[in-house]
């Protein structure tokens, strides 16, 4: 049919866009630079919030005064607290918090994850298994496990969670808390209960909610309960108190809220103006007050054309008129009335007139001047508009700062064409209803859907789709493909039958079946057949396709220049209700027949998968680790506790960011938290730091970097070129072939030098497999060119090659065979290619075509990175499992070596529905789903020493400490463990 190349190759974070100004485009489209060029980028682990204006009000019904060493306790506006500190007389010491855990605002409650979501503040903190005996006197803690606080050198020094997300103002939350204490203090000790209350633009807080006197000798329940009237940035719950030196113990927290009409467990803010239109005059019955043209003039209309035109609704509508240009349009300014870190939708409903053009893409875009002036555009959403109706534009936008000024317009139609705007509405976005899993009864893994794929009954089940002509024919492989057997295991042998096409007239013509009632929504399933072509003059496409309704949907495809069986691979995914689904097999040019043989279309049951790649991945990242203890004291130690902590995983994880990220501190604290890696979306291509010939900008990768330093993160330079044509600034473009090659040197020589060591990698020339602007102008010798002079300039960066779509089946111009014969070319015209860059931009992965693809370049010998992994779907659940997918089957191959997420803030990636969190900071379930796998992949180990002065166990490679801890002392010692294949001997001198 038509589109082979539908494969979502919206693939870019941050791309610029085809306008003649600077501003930031929706990813899908090609796009010419220019200057400025930005992508919404947003970041906040807050719910929605209230306007924080800071009051005296505040009522506290306890007094406390005890925090020498932290800051004077001023309390913060309108908080309420009131305590309850000996109301467990009715309970017995021991018996552990009663709270309904279902309620429970506070994760991992009772430590059965460990310390997962725990943090120690400013000493140290480590989980004691059930039955250890580790403190002999409170016996309460056998039958369960509990966290031991120690190494206070202060008495505010505990155990903390961050509970921002997950409390509202307004409602009354109970505390409950069995805690206990150990060491060599005498008599009673006091635990307490705070919060920690951060605000932006005022200083922190801090609420003392209730205190409980503890001793050696048995457990004790805290209570207290606690109301906030605003909303400050974060709220950290910790538990503190007992003097410096004596280690906090605590078995289990519940922090819960007792009316459920009254508490929100997402942790939604109240809002007094969620419904509020920050749009002045929206509808025009003020006439054109509040309202401007942007380069052009602006009218006010009740009808246009003789009457044919009229208000949706309302009496009146607004016309951009005398555009100029394409950014020309209609504007309104919004200073002062956009809060920071608050997602903003946008609805507009809009058509076109005038000047012949009878459609166009139509987009609403920000534009934000910053404090220190600097200037950015931030597309928020396009429509394709026309001169016959209205249409409704809609899209979401968030700020990181406080800009001095923002501006709201219309843009995007040629020239000459009005823009008509009826209404245009901005208001603080509504949350959307928790998601769930999607329901699939009897999946019916591994089962072929295609009727009589064998041919046993000739062509019964199969028709011809087009005016061609179908016959079964013998002679085809009788094994499955390589890689469907890889999914389905041992499998029955092939017929050997095939189905022969001939008298094909158009290119979509072939075999096709309809599964409309065979394919299940939300289901991933994996597509593989053997397929052949007749003589033909040159190479031919082979597509696996699907018609869903009006939709066509990739299913795989392959190129073929020859007269051999190929096998093609892909996978695809339906997760909205169709009327009708067809798949056919098409490709080649009319005239050359089609030969296709045991089509598989199969669910894939991918917690099968994961339960194979978890024994991998032991054997690829983990090492067997003996801790051999030695000393005066050692004899002595048969039998003592050993805990072993992994701090950090050595792998690399890391994740896109822009500049503008940097002016949200909520998103600086989940990438420093949860990424050891990072690429610069945008602010290092060349259209950005040179967007204007000769006018460079490097202030933005300079303080990305300065960030990144200050937090131990390392950097991929992405990139030095990119050979898409689209992708190159215009006066880049109308250079003549001399001046471009100077423009090139420039480039390599200013940018190479200015970094010289600081970007450990550098992405060469991005995408050669899908681009060839350098190579058509320069001739085939500039990319080896670039490759050695960028070695030359910096001899310590790795050099890569970086390319989409090689790892999905999807996409014949990057398969591995022909990015393996990429490389291959390169390396024999001298070109230091150091590693392998796969960008992982894929819907519905299937770990075994990946796996196939990475086995394939694995032969090279090089380093594998997937450089910009993202993965989408409306459903959150859905999304993390493809995730998953794709971070399993990275993580437990061995020649991958790092992997990169193109993004992971909603509004600030270039695929919609690819987020791990929301635009306000709630981290969805894909976001989950990616911490879950980090913390598998930590390695925590406690048991005894042996008679030998022993301990082992398997961890995985990073950093660790061991902790050993005597009636007479602590013994802390930092490791690590790297790659190898013997074990590990690590001496701990006592």
């Known amino acids: 049919m038509k589109r082979l190349f539908v494969c979502n190759f919206a693939r870019r974070l941050f791309k610029p866009r085809t306008t003649q100004h600077p501003h930031s485009q929706e990813s899908n489209e090609s796009m010419e630079q220019s200057p400025m060029v930005t992508v919404n980028d947003n ?39 009131t305590n309850n500190f000996d109301s467990q007389s009715a309970k017995e010491n021991g018996k552990d918090t009663g709270n309904d855990t279902a309620t429970n605002i506070i994760l991992n409650h009772d430590f059965s994850d460990g310390l997962h979501l725990w943090h120690s503040n400013c000493c140290d903190a480590f989980v004691v298994p059930a039955g250890s005996g580790y403190h002999k006197g409170l016996t309460a803690g056998e039958a369960c496990c509990y966290a031991v606080v120690t190494n206070r050198k202060e008495c505010w020094q505990g155990l903390e969670q961050d509970i921002t997300s997950r409390i509202s103002a307004g409602s009354t939350y109970t505390v409950s808390a069995c805690v206990g204490a150990a060491g060599t203090f005498l008599g009673p000790v006091e635990v307490l209960a705070t919060l920690k209350l951060v605000y932006q633009n005022a200083e922190t807080r801090y609420l003392f909610v209730s205190k409980k006197s503890a001793s050696k000798e048995c457990w004790e329940i805290l209570e207290g309960s606690f109301s906030l009237s605003t909303m400050p940035d974060q709220v950290i719950f910790y538990l503190e108190g007992p003097p410096a030196g004596t280690d906090l113990l605590i078995k289990s927290v519940v922090i819960s809220c007792p009316s459920s009409t ?91 007139y005038g000047n012949n053009v009878t459609s166009a893409d139509l987009r609403s875009t920000l534009y934000v001047k910053a404090a220190d002036n600097r200037e ?111 999914s389905l295991g041992a499998h029955e042998p092939l017929s050997g039958r095939y189905i022969l096409v001939t008298g094909r007239t158009q290119n979509w013509m072939g075999p096709a079946q309809m599964i409309t009632d065979k394919v299940k929504l939300y289901l991933t399933y994996q597509v593989s057949a053997w397929v052949k072509i007749g003589q033909t003059s040159g190479p031919q496409n082979v597509n696996v396709a699907l018609g869903v309704d009006s939709q066509w949907v990739n299913g795989g495809q392959v190129e073929i220049s020859n007269d051999r069986w190929h096998e093609i691979g892909g996978s695809f995914r339906i997760e909205k209700q169709a009327t009708k689904v067809m798949v056919y097999i098409q490709g080649p040019a009319a005239g050359v027949d089609l ?87 945008n602010e290092l291509k060349w259209y950005w730091t040179e967007a204007q010939q000769g006018n460079l900008n490097y202030k ?47 480039r390599l020589t200013g940018l190479l030098t200015r970094y010289k060591g600081k970007f450990p990698h550098y992405d060469v020339n991005n995408e050669m497999m899908h681009g060839s602007f350098y190579q058509d102008r320069l001739g085939n010798d500039i990319r080896v060119y670039m490759f050695k002079t960028a070695h030359q300039l910096d001899p310590t960066a790795i050099l890569f090659v970086n390319d989409y779509h090689v790892e999905d089946g999807c996409d014949p111009r990057s398969s591995p065979e022909k990015y393996i014969e990429h490389i291959l070319d390169l390396q024999e015209h001298g070109a230091p290619v150091g590693g392998i860059g796969i960008q992982g931009h894929i819907d519905s992965p299937v770990g075994t075509i990946v796996c196939s693809a990475l086995d394939k370049l694995g032969i090279l ?25 794709m971070l399993r089957e990275a993580y437990a191959h061995p020649a991958v070596e790092g992997i ?25 379930e894909a976001g989950k789903r990616y911490l879950a796998l980090k913390h ?5 180990a406690h048991g005894h020493i042996d008679e030998q002065g022993q301990f082992s166990f398997s961890g995985f490679h990073g950093s660790y400490e061991v902790e050993v801890i005597t009636s007479a002392k602590k013994i802390t010692k930092k490791f690590v463990v790297d790659k190898g294949d013997n074990a590990l001997v690590i001496s701990v001198d006592i």
């Open 595 to 681: 030969m296709v043989a045991g089509l598989q279309i199969f669910p894939v049951d991918r917690r099968a998968r994961f339960r194979h790649l978890k024994r991998q991945t032991a054997m690829i990242r983990k090492r067997d680790v003996t801790l051999k203890f030695s000393g005066s004291d050692s004899g002595s130690l048969i039998g003592t506790f050993v805990r072993v902590r992994q701090l950090q995983n050595s792998f690399p994880f890391g994740a896109a960011i822009s500049r503008t990220n940097m002016d949200n501190e909520d998103f600086n604290a989940f990438f420093v938290k949860n990424f050891n890696w990072a690429v610069f979306g």
């Open 900 to 924: 990169v997420l193109w993004g992971f803030w909603e509004l600030f990636m270039s695929r919609t529905n690819a987020h791990l969190v929301n635009a306000e900071g709630d981290i969805n």
């Open 43 to 81: 970041f906040d682990t807050k719910e929605s919030k209230e306007s924080m204006e800071k009051s005296p009000m505040i009522t506290i019904n306890d007094n406390f005064d005890s925090k020498e060493s932290k800051e004077s306790m001023e309390k913060s506006p309108i908080i309420t607290a």
């Open 936 to 940: 598998e992949w930590l390695s925590h």
């Open 376 to 486: 950015r555009y931030i597309g928020i959403a396009s429509v394709k508009a026309t001169d016959k109706d209205w249409v409704t534009l809609q899209g979401k936008f968030l700020l990181n700062d406080n800009p001095s000024q923002v501006v709201v317009f219309l843009e995007g139609p040629p020239a000459g064409t009005d823009i008509l705007l009826n209404n245009l509405v901005i208001k603080h976005a509504s949350k959307a209803p928790p998601p769930s899993p999607p329901v699939i009864e009897d999946p019916g893994f591994g089962v072929n859907i295609i009727t009589n794929t064998s041919l046993n009954d000739g062509t019964n089940g199969w028709f011809a789709l087009g005016n061609c002509t179908m016959s079964v024919q013998t002679g085809s492989p009788h094994i499955m493909p390589p890689m469907a057997r890889d």
């Open 262 to 352: 009254a508490c929100d467990s997402s942790g939604t803010s109240s809002f007094s103006t969620d419904d509020d239109n920050i749009i002045i005059n929206p509808q025009f019955d003020d006439g054109l007050k509040s309202w401007s043209g942007r380069g052009c003039k602006v009218a006010l209309h009740a009808s246009m054309a003789d009457g044919k035109i009229t208000p949706l609704s309302g009496k009146f509508f607004a016309s951009a008129t005398e555009r100029t240009q394409s950014w020309n349009g209609i504007q309104q300014d919004l200073t002062g009335r956009v809060k920071r870190k608050l997602a903003y939708e946008v609805t507009a409903v809009v058509r076109i």
């Open 861 to 885: 010998g090089l380093p594998i990175w997937f450089t910009e992994v993202d993965v989408s779907s409306d459903n959150e659940y859905v999304r993390a499992d493809d995730l998953e997918v």
């Open 700 to 746: 933005d990768a300079d303080e990305l970097l300065d960030f990144c330093t200050k937090h131990s993160i390392q950097v991929r330079g992405h990139c030095i070129f990119w050979e898409v044509v689209g992708t190159v600034q215009a006066w880049v473009q109308s250079l003549n072939k001399k001046d471009l090659m100077t423009a090139v040197q420039n």
